[in-house]
């Protein structure tokens, strides 16, 4: 779990993690955008690609990256399968099974591939964005782009306290097992309803607690943010330079498609 949350890496000193976070974030929404409304699989491939390949070699390492992207490609499968069997007329091969009959078609297999390379390529850019730039300075940059001060502050707070509720689980969760919790179905069913509800109760209780603290520490009902000076020369000559090449990709891709 610390693996999947880890934003560790963020810190480290590289070309990437020096970009203001602005010029990143506004670079990662155009990348967002191409890919979102790709009308072929081959530009959310790309960035896929080029997002990986930038993450190795930043010396990601390999268990993190694979444990960030487990849940996105089960999402892909699940989706592939779904479209290939259930969409379109053009038949590509069948079979039965336990008195089932599936058939695959032509135009659910693109449709799938289509989407799940979308959810792909739309996933790989907002892992590289986390490893090279820390959540407080993408929410300090959200800030400076207008968003509603009350949503960050929410954020933050999500993102502080998350790492707490999952320190408590874990630890519900180990003494549950040294108590054989989990040893047939039915104990492991109730002792999991007692880890969600003890969840819950932890949540609130932990709410009350940092209300209580802020407010002992003089919040008032708004949090501050530290001011961002000027984005630099550099970071708006990058941050041209890659809309320039999205826009393009983007622009190449509809004409084929034309």
């Not at 976070?21 to 990662?28: E, H, M």
């Not at 960035?47 to 390949?53: E, K, Q, S, T, Y």
């Not at 268990?63 to 038949?91: E, H, M, N, W, Y």
Request: with cysteine; net charge positive.
């Amino acid at each position: 779990m610390f693996d999947l949350f880890s934003d560790i890496f963020t810190y480290r000193d590289n070309a990437l993690t020096r970009i203001d976070p602005r010029a990143k974030l506004v670079i990662a929404l155009a990348a967002l955008i191409a890919v979102l409304t790709a009308e072929r699989v081959v530009l959310p491939l790309c960035v896929f690609g080029v997002c990986l390949g930038t993450v190795a070699t930043l010396r990601i390492p390999a268990k993190l990256v694979t444990a960030r992207l487990a849940a996105p490609l089960s999402i892909v499968a699940v989706l592939v399968v779904i479209q290939t069997f259930f969409t379109g007329t053009t038949p590509l091969f069948a079979f039965t099974v336990a008195g089932w009959h599936f058939t695959a078609k032509a135009e659910g297999l693109r449709q799938g591939a289509l989407l799940g390379a979308r959810v792909l390529g739309s996933v790989s850019v907002v892992f590289l964005l986390s490893v090279v730039t820390p959540a407080h300075r993408i929410f300090q940059a959200f800030r400076w782009f207008r968003i509603s001060r009350n949503w960050l502050e929410i954020a933050i707070l999500m993102y502080r306290y998350i790492f707490v509720l999952m320190d408590q689980v874990a630890d519900l969760a180990a003494a549950q097992r040294l108590r054989l919790g989990y040893t047939a179905r039915g104990r492991a069913m109730r002792s999991f309803t007692a880890l969600a509800g003890s969840t819950i109760i932890h949540s609130l209780e932990q709410a009350k607690r940092t209300h209580d603290a802020m407010r002992l520490r003089g919040y008032r009902g708004t949090m501050p943010f530290g001011p961002l000076p000027a984005l630099g020369r550099r970071d708006r000559l990058i941050t041209a330079l890659c809309l320039i090449g999205i826009v393009s990709a983007r622009l190449l891709e509809w004409g084929v498609s034309k």
